[in-house]
């Protein structure tokens, strides 16, 4: 995936960066100090995360993540997840970014039956839906600006950049295993291995300390690696999976790496 999707597949937030931060800190553990529970079997409705970026020691954006509700889309019950983004102080002079995505989870089959997004990044802006039918393989994008309809084949059990972060949380996962998805995104299929690492204490200021997991996702498109970044994500490795910190490493040596860190629980 293009970098900038890679952070909005996890947190819905597009900023460059290089440096580290001092927010947090990690203790690597060793595997049998800490278990990784089973995720509980449902969403928590209410339930929202709010996160920093950080850029060399500077706070560049702010994302949150939210599961709104439990509605009815297409006949289907589903979760209705929402997950905004925006840049702030000179991130937002350089690169403004102010994103409003929705994804509609199905409660049962835990795929998404509607992608929802309202995008302002930069000079682009997009204001679009993206209805998946699920069992015919089929999507059909929808934009609300221009009115143009696309019809895409998709994977059966596809997932969306948003939705596949829950997919993750609700999945039993275990060390050295990985958790394989199809994520569609940018009007194209890619394939995303998430593999299970480290396990650790995780320390974030404000936040407190977590015994917690590292996965390492990677995704292909037509069998070609995505090499553009090294994405780390730290899990609680409670029955929450609460998603707590995301180490983005750029390959590009002038992009460095961000950091993205839970700074509320409500």
Not at 167 to 180: C, D, Q
Not at 196 to 219: C, T
Request: net charge positive; aromatic share 10%; with cysteine.
């Amino acid at each position: 995936m293009k970098q900038r999707y890679l952070l909005i597949f996890f947190l819905v937030i597009v900023i460059s960066g290089c440096g580290v931060t001092s927010s947090y800190k990690i203790k690597e553990k060793k595997p049998e100090e800490i278990k990784i529970e089973a995720p509980k079997p449902q969403l928590r409705v209410g339930e929202k995360l709010t996160y920093k970026a950080e850029w060399m020691g500077m706070d560049v954006g702010f994302a949150t993540l939210a599961v709104k509700e439990i509605t009815e889309i297409n006949g289907r019950e589903v979760y209705h997840i929402v997950a905004k983004a925006e840049t702030i102080s000179f991130a937002a002079k350089l690169f403004p970014v102010k994103d409003d995505i929705s994804t509609y989870l199905d409660t049962k089959e835990l795929y998404p039956v509607r992608f929802d997004k309202k995008q302002k990044e930069g000079k682009k802006q997009k204001d679009e839906y993206l209805d998946f039918d699920q069992k015919n393989g089929k999507a059909i994008s929808v934009s609300r600006i221009t009115n143009q309809k696309k019809e895409f084949n998709v994977p059966k059990g596809v997932q969306d950049p948003v939705s596949c972060i829950y997919y993750f949380r609700l999945s039993n996962v275990n060390p050295g295993e990985a958790l394989f998805a199809n994520v569609h995104m940018d009007d194209k299929n890619w394939f995303l291995e998430t593999r299970v690492m480290n396990r650790g204490i995780v320390k974030i200021k404000d936040i407190g300390n977590w015994q917690a997991f590292m996965a390492q996702p990677m995704s292909w498109f037509q069998g070609e690696l995505n090499k553009n970044a090294k994405v780390s994500i730290w899990f609680s490795a409670d029955e929450q999976r609460i998603p707590l910190l995301i180490v983005v490493q750029s390959s590009i040596p002038l992009v460095g790496t961000v950091t993205i860190t839970l700074q509320k629980i409500e």
